[in-house]
């Protein structure tokens, strides 16, 4: 701030960084759509979704979609706060395709569609109060990490087969929990 031209170049700097990751996220969110066209498993539109969310949070976070628009301040804190929540229930939606949860028990899918509700009554308090609507929503997104990483008695590993089914190689080291 001393020095204008070493300010002007941290600037520069961030401008490019900015272009930089608004960039790939738009051309990764646009491929996963067009994979989504492709091909229909489940899987393709939950990472075309979280795809697009990223893309939009991050757009909200770098002030991209501020300077497009001409939002005002008290605009785009309430578009921040539905950016975390929108952000946090599509990665809930595509956890919940990439480990295939409603083949272990039908529980997990009651679990994911109640959690689905709190987000999207938490975008409409984002409207009344945008500051307590980032935080319930980033604390969902939280959450949503420990569940990923939980050691809970099920594994939520998607390459494990639902209890019952023996494993060849398991059988064979005599490691068979039944």
Same mark, same amino acid.
């Given at each position: 701030m001393w020095e204008p031209d070493a300010y002007k170049d941290k600037v520069n700097s961030f $401008? +490019?960084?900015y272009g930089i990751v608004i960039g790939i996220a738009g051309l990764l969110a646009l491929f996963l759509t067009i994979l989504f066209v492709v091909k229909g498993s489940i899987m393709f539109p939950a990472a075309a979704a979280l795809g697009w969310a990223v893309l939009i949070y991050i757009g909200i976070d770098f002030g991209f979609w501020g300077k497009v628009f001409d939002m005002s301040a008290g605009a785009e804190r309430v578009w921040r706060a539905c950016g975390e929540a929108i952000l946090s /229930? $599509? +990665?809930l939606v595509f956890l919940f395709a990439y480990l295939n949860l409603?083949?272990?028990h039908v529980r997990y /899918?009651?679990?994911t569609i109640a959690w689905l509700a709190a987000l999207a009554a938490l975008i409409a308090v984002a409207v009344f109060d945008p500051a307590v609507a980032a935080g319930i929503a980033r604390m969902s997104l939280a959450g949503i990490a420990v569940l990923r990483t939980c050691p809970c008695h099920l594994s939520f590993d998607a390459r494990l087969r639902p209890r019952g089914a023996v494993d060849?190689? +398991?059988a064979a080291a005599g490691r068979v929990d039944h």
């Open positions: $401008t +490019l960084y /229930a $599509t +990665l409603s083949r272990w /899918a009651h679990i060849p190689d +398991l």
